[in-house]
């Protein structure tokens, strides 16, 4: 599996062809790739090089489901470059509605502010976007009453003015690699915060939270899950987890809760960090949990760092996504 992880990575980083388009407002939704520098192998689909607005991208998206649950996206315009790994479960629901309204209601809602990109303005797109899945899995209960257990982790990352703002809700992650002082290492700046119950701190959070369940996270088989269902404590979607009119038959057994359901167990509200880039920052790795799982910080970086790409102007920002 590491090294399959780290040919992986590789396929974004090799040579082999170079895209000339700009990446432009519409910019790249979902998974769809056709065309130089683009390409499928097998479960494999993955993007060489593009341009965007700082300098360039590589993607690469793994199939690990029989249904592809993930989707990613980049867009470049006015309000400078917006990146989006959102890594579903339950099914493919949750993470196409992301993908289609979490970039657009960011835009009306930086609109509102005259173009100015801020913390609270990525975390209302956010909050937008949760109620908007929430309303479609209220019209859609009596018909499709399994798309409430499908929900998306949402890692997004805007370059905005020479500012990174990193948003996340779910156990994806973000990493810098940075150039250290005059040498040739790269160091590895972790840059998101991860809301997974198998982390000490996320299981303290919800203990304070719910201070009157001793059910709130249960370890199943040697892993800590939210109510023994879910790994994650934040996401868009998962709302059978946040409101009770959606925790009731009709509903997957599997998923009700024995008790009634007086208050959100999980929440679509992310942890926004900014960071003011410098000439030292050199790339930034956004994936999901699986490469995680596997590639430390440091080792991701190493990877990256190892397969230098021939550009017309190396002080430019590269970003890889990686998502399965």
């Not at 209960?141 to 798309?147: A, V």
């Not at 440091?298 to 920002?317: F, G, L, Q, T, Y």
Request: charged letters at 20%; a negative charge.
């Amino acid at each position: 599996m590491l090294h399959a992880l780290m040919n992986l990575l590789s396929v974004c980083l090799k040579p082999f062809g170079r895209a000339t388009d700009r990446v432009e407002s519409g910019g790249i939704l979902g998974s769809s790739f056709a065309g130089r520098g683009e390409g499928k192998d097998d479960l494999l689909w993955f993007r060489d090089v593009g341009k965007y607005a700082s300098g360039e991208f590589s993607m690469a998206v793994v199939q690990a489901n029989q249904v592809l649950e993930d989707q990613s996206q980049i867009e470049s315009g006015p309000l400078g470059t917006f990146v989006g790994i959102y890594d579903g479960h339950g099914g493919p629901d949750a993470a196409r509605y992301v993908c289609d309204h979490l970039f657009r209601n960011f835009q009306a809602i930086s609109a509102e502010s005259r173009g100015v990109v801020t913390a609270e303005t990525i975390e209302r797109a956010f909050l937008q976007t949760e109620e908007g899945y929430t309303a479609l899995v209220s019209n859609s209960w009596n018909s499709r009453p399994q798309i409430a257990n499908a929900g998306s982790c949402c890692l997004v990352g805007v370059i905005f003015q020479q500012t990174l703002f990193v948003a996340n809700a779910g156990d994806s992650r973000v990493v810098l690699g940075k150039k250290v002082g005059n040498t040739d290492g790269v160091a590895a700046i972790q840059l998101s915060t991860e809301h997974n119950a198998n982390l000490e701190a996320i299981r303290e959070e919800l203990r304070e939270l719910h201070p009157n369940d001793p059910q709130i996270v249960v370890l199943k088989y040697g892993v800590w899950k939210v109510k023994g269902i879910i790994q994650v404590s934040r996401s868009i979607g998962d709302v059978y987890m946040k409101d009770a009119r959606f925790n009731r038959e009709l509903l997957a057994a599997k998923f009700r809760l024995p008790e009634p359901m007086n208050m959100p167990i999980m929440t679509a509200n992310p942890t926004i960090l900014s960071h003011s880039l410098q000439p030292n920052d050199l790339f930034l790795i956004f994936a999901s949990d699986g490469l995680w799982e596997h590639l430390s910080n440091e080792k991701a970086v190493d990877i990256v760092n190892s397969n230098p790409r021939a550009s017309s102007d190396d002080d430019r920002m590269r970003c890889l996504f990686v998502s399965f």
